[in-house]
């Protein structure tokens, strides 16, 4: 089963989300940016998730394992820049590196990455 990738537009997530999705493994890296949302990366029914290298503003919580399912999803984060919001990890996961390389942005460069591609026209 392929856990839900995040897309452009979708009001649980983010503004330009770069995602991997694998076997119930969701891979969220640096050109996130979350803003205004109430919460943001839910991980549920014992799905995997790691949530890397992202900014959260104006977020009460941003990311949540034990909401909207009956059984708890698994979250690791690292190199987040949370903005003061909470996390409800009731599980941490075994996902700590997907099968591939990459480099992720830094956190520290991500709202500018976003905000400069974002928008009409912009790929």
């Known amino acids: 089963m392929?856990?839900?990738a995040l897309s452009k537009g979708c009001t649980a997530c983010t503004l330009s989300p770069h995602v991997h999705a694998r076997k119930r493994t969701t891979l969220v890296t640096a050109a996130a940016a979350a803003l205004g949302a109430d919460t943001t990366c839910h991980s549920?029914?014992?799905a995997q998730m790691l949530v890397e290298?992202?900014?959260f503003?104006?977020?009460k919580t941003a990311v949540t394992t034990n909401r909207g399912s009956d059984v708890d999803g698994y979250a690791n984060l690292r190199g987040?820049?949370?903005g003061g919001a909470a996390t409800?990890?009731?599980?941490?996961?075994?996902f700590t590196a997907p099968p591939y390389g990459y480099t992720a942005e830094s956190a520290s460069t991500v709202v500018t990455s976003v905000?400069?591609?974002?928008g009409a026209g912009k790929i």
Do not use: F, K
């Open 2 to 4: 392929i856990e839900q």
């Open 88 to 94: 409800e990890i009731s599980r941490v996961g075994t």
């Open 80 to 82: 987040n820049d949370l």
């Open 115 to 118: 905000t400069s591609g974002a």
């Open 57 to 59: 503003r104006d977020t």
């Open 44 to 46: 549920r029914m014992g």
């Open 53 to 55: 290298n992202n900014v």
